[in-house]
């Protein structure tokens, strides 16, 4: 089992009166169906590009612009009866 997301957001104005580059970022998951036992797992790569990017502050943070984080990784299994 798989799954694609494509997250894209354009130019933003930060409240300093800048602007953050638009950016494109994708995300991947891997998984298994429920295997022998009941168990299932998957694996998540978030940023998988490691697109470097940036979000607007909010007002009550003094910095204008916020990096984001680049490739990060998930394993999840899972256990039903």
């Known amino acids: ?21 638009p ?5 991947l998951t891997l998984g298994t169906p429920r295997l022998d036992g009941g168990f299932s797992a998957s694996l998540s790569l978030y940023n998988l590009f490691d697109e470097s990017y940036q979000d607007p502050g909010p007002p009550e943070l003094v910095q204008d ?3 984001q984080d680049g490739r990060t990784f998930a394993i999840s ?4 009866r």
Do not use: F, H, I, P
């Open 1 to 21: 089992v798989a799954g694609l997301e494509l997250q894209a957001l354009g130019s933003r104005d930060t409240l300093a009166g800048e602007s953050v580059d």
């Open 23 to 27: 950016y494109l970022v994708t995300n």
């Open 65 to 67: 612009k916020l990096g």
């Open 77 to 80: 299994v899972r256990w039903s």
